[in-house]
């Protein structure tokens, strides 16, 4: 008999569950009203009183009804903080090597999960939905694709991952911040404006694209920051701030000089997908404390990518604005920075200071 047939009436769903019949798990499962929890019949928790259990036909039924999935002891999860990290690294790679962003319900299958947890952890685990993971990792394969001076737009497009190009250009300017054509050209028809200034912390430059502030650069000598910026996009076009510009700049030197006030302004934010986690979770340090990079690497699911997370935090070209500035070596040690150890210093003695 199919085993959905077997266990057709709640009767007999739970007798199996008073049984603990193991197969009666691919059946159904079973909630407890008064926790809120919901278990696999073979499940090791305590039995509950039978007035206070429903029945569900599957886990999301379950959670469509408000109840969250149980952990008892014993059970084939473990809720270890190695654990979710390794569920999160091998969900990260399995929407990696995904040709298309797999779905959600699809991902969490695979993995022997719920959506609901799946989901939870993996937000957790690295600051990212595994939606905005996925668009990110797609974001980086498209960069890739488009630096290749054989491939074609349209199949750097494929390439990517996309099915159409109509479904590619709706999402065109969110991932790579310009049109297609004038990323791969360089920034050709980019508009970026920029002002180099004087701070406390010598000279800074601040600049904008389309979408936000895409660079703080911190140093000593003016010509070198704007030299840093023309590297980037060595074909965008460059304006010098007007007025109202000067009064943006204004706005990040103030939160250079004062950083409890915050800075409240939209930011391009561009970078691999593993740089963007690295970053996100910079994002979620509060000011005025430290973390180590491998204190970084375990809360984006990728323990081992101490390296990797260095070399990201010295990838940032939003000083402050991403506070790479928080991360210090496991001993405390300040460790380096991109734009010199003594800013590092100065910036996480402002913040220290009582508001």
């Not at 630096?147 to 479904?167: H, L, V």
């Not at 734009?339 to 003695?349: A, C, F, M, S």
Request: net charge positive.
């Amino acid at each position: 008999m199919h085993a959905a047939k077997a266990y057709d009436n709640d009767q007999a769903r739970w007798e199996a569950l008073r049984d603990r019949d193991p197969a009666a798990d691919a059946a159904f499962v079973y909630a407890v009203r008064t926790t809120g929890l919901y278990f696999r019949p073979s499940s090791a928790s305590r039995l509950p009183k039978r007035r206070n259990v429903e029945f569900f036909e599957s886990a999301q039924a379950a959670e469509s009804a408000g109840y969250r999935p149980g952990r008892p002891a014993g059970s084939a999860h473990d809720d270890s903080a190695g654990a979710r990290a390794a569920l999160v690294a091998r969900a990260c790679l399995m929407i990696e090597e995904s040709q298309a962003p797999p779905r959600l319900q699809a991902l969490a299958a695979a993995l022997g999960e719920s959506p609901y947890r799946l989901h939870r952890l993996f937000l957790l685990e690295t600051g990212l939905t595994p939606k905005a993971y996925a668009s990110a990792q797609r974001a980086r394969r498209l960069r890739a694709e488009l630096a290749s001076p054989q491939a074609s737009i349209t199949q750097a497009i494929y390439g990517a991952g996309f099915q159409s190009n109509s479904r590619f250009y709706e999402h065109a300017d969110q991932l790579l911040g310009m049109r297609a054509r004038d990323y791969r050209a360089g920034g050709t028809g980019a508009v970026i404006r920029f002002a180099v200034g004087q701070c406390s912390l010598g000279a800074i430059l601040v600049a904008q694209s389309q979408r936000g502030i895409c660079a703080i650069l911190l140093g000593d000598d003016p010509d070198a920051l704007v030299r840093d910026l023309q590297d980037r996009f060595p074909r965008a076009r460059m304006l010098g701030g007007d007025a109202q510009f000067e009064q943006l700049v204004a706005e990040v030197v103030g939160f250079l000089e004062r950083p409890a006030i915050g800075l409240h302004l939209p930011l391009d934010v561009q970078g691999t997908a593993f740089q963007e986690r690295v970053w996100r979770a910079l994002r979620d340090v509060p000011p005025g404390t430290t973390v180590s990079y491998t204190q970084i690497a375990e809360r984006i699911g990728a323990p081992k990518a101490v390296r990797a997370v260095a070399q990201a935090c010295a990838a940032n070209r939003l000083a402050v604005a991403i506070p790479c500035h928080r991360v210090v070596r496991r001993d405390g040690d300040l460790a380096g920075y991109r734009w010199g150890v003594e800013r590092k210093r100065e910036l996480l003695r402002r913040e220290a200071q009582p508001r």
